[in-house]
C-alpha cells in the first residue's frame, strides 16, 4: 500500500486559488486514475491515464487539469477552486487496464472556502 | 456509459449474521467486477473480486456471486463481525473504455 502516495494529505484553500495534488506511484503502474469521493455520490473518475504523456477525461473533468510526464507521477491542478470542489480526492492506479486490481492512495482532504 | 446501482445505500445487522449487498450494471460488455471496503477515514482496499466467466467465488467468510443474465452481482458476509463495519463499493469493468465504474456505496453496520 505504501507504493502509491498523495501530497498533500489536508488542503484549505479560498475560492479562485490554484491548487495541485500530487501522486506519486512506485510500482510502476501503467494506468493512473483521480476519484473524487462525495457523500451521497461514492467514487467519481475525474481522469484517467493509460501511460506517460496519455490522459483520458473521466465523468467529472470540468475544472481540472492532469499531465502525466513520468510514469510514476499523475498530478490533478484545479485551475480555480470551487467550492463545490471541496471533496476527498484519492489517486489510484493500476498494473494494466484488463480488469486489474486498483490500489488506492491515501486520499487528500480539500476544502474550499 | 456503464452505470452501477447499489441497493439498499444502508445496512444494519446483529453480529454473526449474514449480510447480502447486491449491485447491478448496466454494460452487458463489463467483464470484471471487484468489491472494495472503505473503512471510516480509510481508503478502498479490496476485499474479493469476480470476472464474468465465473459465477461465484468464495474467501474465508465473503463471497461474491454474479448474474450475467439478470446484470447483478451480490456481496455476501458471513459470520459479521463489528470490524465488517465499513462502507462496501461494487463496480463493474468495462475493457472497451478501460474504466471501472463505481456504485455509491453502502454503509454496513454490524451491531455487538
Known amino acids: 500500500d505504501a507504493g502509491i502516495t498523495q501530497s498533500p494529505r489536508y488542503k484549505i484553500t479560498e475560492t479562485g486559488r490554484q491548487v495541485t495534488l500530487m501522486c506519486h506511484q512506485t510500482w510502476s503502474h501503467s494506468y493512473m486514475f483521480w476519484y473524487r469521493q462525495d457523500l451521497g455520490h461514492g467514487l467519481r473518475l475525474i481522469y484517467y491515464s493509460a501511460a506517460a504523456d496519455i490522459t483520458d477525461k473521466g465523468e467529472v473533468p470540468d475544472g481540472y487539469v492532469v499531465s502525466r510526464s513520468k510514469t510514476e507521477n499523475f498530478p490533478l491542478t484545479l485551475e480555480s477552486a470551487t467550492r463545490s470542489q471541496t471533496s476527498v480526492y484519492f489517486c489510484?492506479?493500476?498494473?494494466?487496464?484488463?480488469?486489474?486490481?486498483?490500489?488506492f492512495g491515501e486520499g487528500s482532504w480539500l476544502t474550499v472556502v | 456509459g456503464e452505470n452501477v446501482e447499489q441497493h439498499p445505500s444502508t445496512l444494519s445487522v446483529q453480529e454473526g449474521d449474514s449480510a447480502v449487498i447486491k449491485c447491478t450494471y448496466s454494460d452487458s460488455a463489463s467483464n470484471y467486477f471487484p468489491w472494495y471496503k472503505q473503512e471510516l477515514g480509510k481508503r478502498p482496499q479490496l476485499i474479493i473480486d469476480i470476472r464474468s466467466n465465473v459465477g461465484e467465488k468464495k474467501d474465508q467468510r465473503i463471497a461474491v456471486t454474479l448474474n450475467k443474465t439478470a446484470k447483478h452481482f451480490s456481496l455476501h458476509i458471513t459470520e459479521t463481525q463489528p470490524e465488517d463495519s465499513a462502507v462496501y463499493f461494487c463496480?463493474?469493468?468495462?475493457?472497451?473504455?478501460?474504466?471501472?465504474?463505481f456504485g455509491k456505496g453502502i454503509t454496513l453496520s454490524v451491531r455487538p
Open positions: 463496480a463493474a469493468f468495462t475493457g472497451a473504455n478501460s474504466k471501472l465504474t
Open positions: 489510484a492506479s493500476s498494473e494494466q487496464s484488463s480488469g486489474n486490481t486498483i490500489y
